[in-house]
């Protein structure tokens, strides 16, 4: 088949290249080129690159115009395959090929609709999400259902590694739902059932609030191991008034009396742990604002991080 691809994130290239082994890539579309990093060095998208390096025609956007719509006409696709594009995509785009676009979506439509659907069951501590595959339509993810596929979110999940599977498993559902529109035997199912939602999540959205239960810090902790992480503003000692960013923790029982954002105890050569709402935080990793990584004890050790001492 004739395939147009929209994508951006990095993701988006793992896709491409799996369609690439099977199918004609008529065109990319992706975003313009933007800064990036302290240097604001400029960068293409992934698949800007993959696309140049096998000589496939691309297509970068700011906004859609009429001249864009009747460039993508032009290719006569019999698909659009869309993952991690970034953008909303007009009907003028998503009805010019064949079969129309379809959309991978790293949930179990209608759950978790929007931008960031692996973060959010994460902090929501679910046990199960999915991959789903859908045509587009004029609404956000609301689209008929070509195919689904349920992943298991393990206890020590983090967005890294539930990523990571879900990028399998989405590969697999696209490749399917390929094969299905080739085959012209397919029908897309309404979307049942009452729909949730998620934002775009903000840095300070990390933020630690040390008085809810530490199941649900792990959780946040979990949903923004990759951005923008966890983090805390040290109340006491020489680091006061600093950032401090959690890079691993777990959840241990607590039944003290001790108050929430205190540190409860400093364990030689592990970490530190510090009370919340219900049970406490063993925080074995950290990051110091403006520093590099280290073990939470070598912290503790260097700033003078003692038991009784708190968090904000």
Request: aromatic fraction near 10%.
């Amino acid at each position: 088949m004739k395939i147009i691809f929209f994508g951006t994130a990095e993701i988006s290239k793992y896709f491409l290249e799996n369609i690439d082994k099977k199918h004609d890539i008529a065109c990319v579309v992706t975003m313009c080129d933007k800064p990036v990093g302290r240097n604001n060095r400029i960068k293409a998208p992934a698949v800007k690159q993959y696309a140049a390096e096998k000589n496939i025609p691309y297509i970068q956007i700011d906004k859609f115009t009429d001249d864009t719509a009747e460039k993508i006409k032009s290719f006569n696709a019999d698909a659009g395959a869309v993952v991690s594009f970034g953008k909303i995509i007009p009907e003028k785009i998503f009805t010019a090929p064949k079969y129309g676009c379809f959309n991978i979506h790293f949930s179990l439509l209608p759950e978790y609709r929007g931008a960031s659907p692996v973060q959010q069951a994460l902090i929501d501590g679910k046990k199960q999400t999915g991959v789903t595959s859908f045509f587009i339509e004029k609404g956000l993810d609301t689209g008929d259902i070509l195919m689904q596929k349920t992943v298991d979110i393990e206890a020590e999940d983090t967005a890294e590694t539930l990523f990571n599977k879900l990028n399998v498993c989405g590969v697999d559902v696209m490749n399917k739902t390929l094969d299905l529109l080739e085959s012209g035997n397919f029908t897309a199912q309404p979307q049942k059932g009452e729909p949730s939602f998620c934002k775009i999540f903000k840095k300070e959205d990390g933020k630690i609030d040390w008085s809810r239960p530490a199941e649900d810090i792990y959780n946040l902790y979990r949903g923004f191991y990759i951005w923008p992480k966890v983090f805390s503003i040290i109340n006491n000692g020489r680091m006061k008034g600093k950032m401090l960013k959690i890079m691993k923790c777990g959840v241990i029982e607590d039944t003290s009396n001790a108050p929430c954002a205190a540190v409860t105890e400093v364990i030689k050569g592990r970490g530190f742990i510090v009370k919340c709402g219900k049970d406490a935080l063993f925080i074995t990793e950290v990051q110091p604002e403006s520093k590099a990584k280290m073990s939470a004890y070598d912290f503790a050790n260097g700033a003078g991080l003692k038991k009784g001492e708190a968090f904000f």
